[in-house]
């Protein structure tokens, strides 16, 4: 049983930091890209950033700048640094992962259960 176990959520000021992580367990031979998504109350889940497995990251554009994602394959761990946050970075964030349990199996897409991020203006 794979899961995604994110952490690090929480109420912070306009202009202040946050750092999510998020931990890979259970069955899992490889893990390929990973991501993170957030979601506000009433719009849909929207892409914040992602990495590849070599570590090649994408930064969607409320991201750039002041975000930065990082991931450790030995740990299975990814994590998302949030600098300068402001109030409509408030959301749901949830972690995504490509995953195969199997030697030359296919990838299946896997979430975390989400944790609250919310910036106070």
């Known amino acids: 049983q794979v899961q995604l176990v994110e952490s690090g959520g929480g109420l912070v000021q306009a202009g202040g930091s946050l750092r999510l992580s998020c931990v890979v367990t259970g069955n899992v031979f490889i893990v390929g890209g990973m991501g993170w998504y957030r979601q506000a109350p009433g719009k849909q889940r929207d892409l914040v950033a992602d990495?590849?497995?070599?570590?090649?990251?994408l930064y969607k554009e409320p991201a750039k700048g002041r975000f930065t994602i990082s991931r450790d394959n030995d740990k299975n761990t990814m994590t998302l640094q949030m600098d300068s946050l402001k109030p409509e970075d408030t959301a749901v964030y949830y972690c995504?992962?490509?995953?195969?349990?199997?030697?030359?199996?296919?990838?299946?897409?896997?979430w975390g259960q989400g944790t609250q991020v919310t910036v106070s203006s």
């Open positions: 995504n992962a490509k995953i195969s349990a199997y030697p030359y199996g296919d990838y299946d897409d896997y």
């Open positions: 990495i590849t497995s070599d570590g090649n990251a």
